[in-house]
């Protein structure tokens, strides 16, 4: 198989396209390999790769969401070829599809790293209250004071939360996803069985 180059350069320096010449020569295993590394949604990963390689996060976050992550999800698990896991073939499709998930894991923690970031100042005036425990019971008794006039004349009347049947079902069968990050598999085969 033939890589000519995998990233093209562009006259700004935040911007970077993706250029994919592979070509395959007559051998059906690397037209495979082709066929997957010029995937227009491969493409789309390695490309939300290269912005966050570029630090641009900010933009990155608008683009992929929790329904493009589905979306993608679905196409590597389309992708799949082999039934045997540890064909050359598919361990290569999974790198992409962790990949995938580090991705989303990534912009997860940096999401908590920029609220963290914002409420610095509240967290530190939280943290001086909650370990002084006189600051500390003045804090309760204060909160103590505002809850009993709060739920007096409190009457809540609000829909229950619902989530989405590919959520719910993802849940129900694998338990809550680590660090709120769904399995790009396992998902994909919940939304492919919904359909």
Same mark, same amino acid.
């Given at each position: 198989?033939?890589?000519?180059?995998?990233?093209?350069?562009?006259?700004?320096?935040?911007?970077?396209?993706?250029?994919?010449?592979?070509?395959?020569?007559?051998?059906?295993?690397?037209?495979?390999?082709?066929?997957?590394?010029?995937?227009?949604?491969?493409?789309?990963?390695?490309?939300?790769?290269?912005?966050?390689?570029?630090?641009?996060?900010?933009?990155?976050?608008?683009?992929?969401?929790?329904?493009?992550?589905?979306?993608?999800?679905?196409?590597?698990?389309?992708?799949?070829?082999?039934?045997?896991?540890?064909?050359?073939?598919?361990?290569?499709?999974?790198? @992409?599809?962790?990949? &995938?998930?580090? /991705?989303?894991?990534?912009?997860? %923690? !940096?999401?908590?790293?920029?609220?963290?970031?914002? *409420?610095?100042?509240?967290?530190?005036?939280?943290?001086?209250?909650?370990?002084?425990?006189?600051?500390?019971?003045?804090?309760?008794?204060?909160?103590?004071?505002?809850?009993?006039?709060?739920?007096?004349?409190?009457? @809540?009347?609000?829909? &229950?939360?619902? /989530?989405?049947?590919?959520?719910? %079902? !993802?849940?129900?069968?694998?338990?809550?996803?680590? *660090?709120?990050?769904?399995?790009?598999?396992?998902?994909?085969?919940?939304?492919?069985?919904?359909?």
């Amino acid at each position: 198989m033939t890589v000519v180059s995998m990233f093209g350069s562009s006259t700004c320096s935040n911007e970077v396209t993706p250029l994919f010449f592979v070509s395959a020569k007559n051998n059906s295993n690397e037209t495979l390999y082709c066929n997957l590394i010029n995937n227009t949604d491969v493409r789309k990963i390695v490309e939300y790769y290269r912005a966050f390689s570029l630090g641009n996060i900010e933009s990155l976050k608008t683009k992929l969401t929790l329904d493009e992550y589905n979306t993608l999800s679905l196409t590597l698990n389309k992708l799949k070829r082999f039934d045997n896991p540890n064909s050359c073939y598919e361990l290569f499709r999974q790198n @992409i599809v962790r990949s &995938l998930e580090s /991705l989303m894991n990534a912009i997860n %923690i !940096y999401n908590s790293l920029m609220n963290y970031k914002n *409420n610095e100042a509240n967290y530190e005036k939280w943290r001086n209250v909650y370990f002084d425990p006189i600051l500390l019971l003045e804090r309760y008794k204060e909160l103590q004071k505002k809850a009993n006039k709060f739920f007096d004349d409190l009457i @809540i009347e609000a829909p &229950l939360l619902t /989530l989405k049947p590919e959520y719910s %079902i !993802y849940i129900n069968k694998y338990g809550p996803p680590v *660090n709120g990050i769904f399995e790009s598999d396992k998902i994909a085969g919940i939304l492919e069985s919904l359909v």
